[in-house]
Structure formats: C-alpha cells, structure tokens
C-alpha cells in the first residue's frame, strides 16, 4: 500500500464524452503526476503538478488537463473521449528532492477506463 | 532522455538468482537509473535506483559499470510472487519539467516453480 488511492476503479464511457478521474496523494507529498498505460505497454506521462501548477507535460492533446488542489489531491479531466483513450490511468506522488537523484514516486492502483 | 532497452520477457525458476540487464548507452552526466516493478493491475512500485557501482537494499541490487552505459538489476533467489514486469528508467531528478518518468516496455519476469 503505498498511500495513494484513485477513484473510481473502473469507468465505461462512450466516445465524446468526458470523464474525469481523481487522486489522493500520499500524506505530505505535493507533487502529482499522472500517466496512460495502454493494455500491454509501459505507462506514459501525462503531466505532473507541483503545488498546483503544472509542472511538466508529456505529448498528450490539450483536451487532457489536471487540476491540483491546496490539499495536494489532483484530477485528470480528459474531453471528447476517443476509443484510444480506454487505458488504466495511474497517479503517482512524490515529495521533491533537493537533492540529486529522482525522487520517488509512489503509484496508486488507477482507473482503467474503457470508451466504447 | 536517455532510451533504455531491456528484455522484453525472462523465464526463471524459484530460488534462484535473476539478473536483468538494461542498456542506456546515451546516459547523461547527471542522470540516475531506477528500477521499477509492476504487478498485474496495480500501479508500478520503485524498486532501487543508483548512479553508479553497486547499490543493495532488502529487495535487489542494482550493479553499474564504469561507463555508466547498462546497469543490471538482480533479484535474489527469486519466488513466485516476483512474477512481474521490471522497468529500468534514466533520468535527473529535481523539480522541473524533466522530472518525469519515461518508461519503457519493460521485462517480463515469469518464475516458474
């Protein structure tokens, strides 16, 4: 259990419409990233937040955006779903590192999203 | 970003020792190798990460040569519940956009009893 919990679990939309997908950080962590991990394939990043800002974005379209809250707790929004968009969505946290090395990040157990 | 390669799956036996080996030949100065392990829907868990030579801790050792271009992750008389996928990642730390993690295919470990 690594502290972090996503809801719902599980999600069936169909095409066009939107969904939005939700995370609790790890206690004291302010940094969330959220990743797109396709049936077999290694996750991809999404985009991270750091004390609510955006902190860095992978190569997803626009219609993919995120919030942080003061809490440190994050949504992924995702608009006009696409059939390729059905994927397990995970959120990771992680407290900065001042230091060097790449701080850890601790992953919840996703939303797997199905759009039909 | 430095691109890893690694295997794409790896069949071992319970009790013995499993060695992933991930190549990284464009590896930057002030980059880190971590390691990553997935089980089947859940979410990837950090494994060990190391700069350079040796790092141990409860779980693996992680080996880096000198030039810093492979490093090998070694699991320890393995069990059945090390069945998993195993993702080796490069990258510098800090908080800016660079910070992400690039995942690969990742190795797919299968021990067999």
């Known amino acids: 259990e690594t502290g972090v919990t996503q809801s719902p679990t599980h999600l069936i939309k169909t095409r066009g419409q939107q969904v939005t997908l939700r995370c609790s950080s790890q206690?004291?962590?302010?940094?969330v990233s959220w990743y797109q991990q396709a049936l077999g394939q290694g996750p991809q990043f999404i985009f991270q937040?750091?004390?609510?800002?955006?902190?860095g974005r992978g190569n997803f379209p626009p219609r993919f955006s995120g919030l942080q809250f003061p809490n440190y707790s994050s949504e992924l929004n995702v608009n006009a779903l696409e059939l390729d968009d059905s994927a397990l969505y995970l959120c990771?946290?992680?407290?900065?590192?001042?230091?060097?090395?790449?701080?850890?990040?601790?992953f919840g157990p996703g939303t797997r999203l199905l759009v039909l | 970003l430095a691109k890893t390669t690694q295997p794409i799956s790896m069949d071992s036996y319970e009790g013995q020792e499993v060695n992933i080996t991930c190549s990284h030949n464009?590896?930057?100065?002030?980059?880190?190798i971590t390691w990553y392990q997935q089980f089947p829907s859940q979410g990837p868990r950090f494994i060990i990460q190391?700069?350079?030579t040796k790092v141990t801790n409860e779980v693996a050792s992680l080996f880096i040569p000198a030039d810093r271009k492979s490093s090998t992750l070694s699991l320890p008389r393995v069990s059945l519940s090390d069945t998993a996928v195993y993702y080796c990642?490069?990258?510098?730390?800090?908080?800016?956009?660079?910070?992400?993690?690039?995942f690969g295919g990742g190795t797919r470990l299968m021990v067999k009893p």
């Open positions: 990771a946290s992680s407290l900065e590192r001042l230091a060097g090395g790449i701080e850890t990040q601790y």
């Open positions: 206690s004291g962590h302010n940094t």
């Open positions: 937040y750091y004390r609510e800002e955006e902190n």
């Open positions: 464009n590896i930057a100065t002030n980059d880190y």
């Open positions: 190391g700069y350079k």
């Open positions: 990642l490069v990258g510098a730390g800090g908080n800016n956009a660079g910070n992400m993690l690039t």
